[in-house]
């Protein structure tokens, strides 16, 4: 089985804190998403990469970088965090993109509070 | 653009009932992959039924089956029997090749006792 975790379930930061979100995957796949989620809205891609050291934007980055440095870790950061970032953030991953019947693992979430 | 489209926010349904969850889907291409996702509380999105847009058989996975109607692009998916356990968020979502997933806005599900 896929296996994805998220370093917190919970978080909670002041704004203009650095925040760091973390995940790891423990299947070798190549690419790794970051969503967030907010009611009315679905999940909306911030950024994915899909080898280490490579990184794209999604459609929402503005506020967001990543890294990648592990196949294994994929890091979304909030430079410094607003309370508009208040969210849940979903890390997911897939084998491979070209493949359209590849689902996507989730990891369980992490639910942000910005003060 | 792709874009789903699912027009309940909410519904309801009693316990043992059929419900239908509504999804629309846009695209340009003939080739992509139609998936149903459940978020229950917890937060972690489990995955349900996958359509690919070729296939000319309804998907079914035990009591979840999709109603795919191609022309009208639908996706529509079916959970047979509620149990209080579907009680969930429930997302459609669509990928072509070499595209990311696009998901809808979701449907908050609630089976009633």
């Known amino acids: 089985d896929v296996k994805v975790t998220q370093s917190s379930r919970y978080l909670v930061k002041r704004t203009g804190e650095k925040v760091f979100l973390e995940c790891v995957q423990d299947?070798?796949?190549?690419?790794m998403f970051w969503y967030r989620q907010d009611p009315g809205l679905g999940l909306r891609l911030i950024y994915f990469s899909y080898d280490v050291k490579m990184k794209e934007k999604g459609d929402i980055p503005e506020g967001y970088s990543v890294s990648r440095e592990k196949k294994e870790r994929f890091s979304l950061i909030l430079e410094s965090a607003s309370t508009n970032q208040t969210s849940m953030y979903l890390c997911a991953t897939t084998k491979a993109r070209a493949i359209r019947q590849e689902t996507q693992y989730f990891g369980p979430g992490t639910r942000l509070l910005v003060l | 653009a792709q874009k789903i489209t699912q027009t309940q926010p909410g519904m309801f349904v009693q316990e043992k009932e059929a419900v239908t969850l509504d999804c629309t889907y846009d695209?340009?291409?003939?080739?992509?992959?139609l998936f149903w996702y459940k978020q229950p509380s917890s937060g972690e999105m489990i995955f349900l039924i996958y359509q690919g847009s070729y296939d000319e058989q309804n998907a079914t996975e035990g009591r979840y089956s999709l109603n795919f109607q191609k022309a009208r692009k639908s996706a529509n998916l079916v959970i047979s029997a509620s149990q209080l356990g579907d009680s969930a968020m429930y997302f459609c979502a669509m990928r072509e090749p070499w595209n990311d997933m696009r998901f809808g806005a979701g449907t908050r599900l609630t089976v009633k006792p």
């Open positions: 695209t340009s291409d003939q080739s992509y992959g």
């Open positions: 299947m070798d796949h190549e690419n």
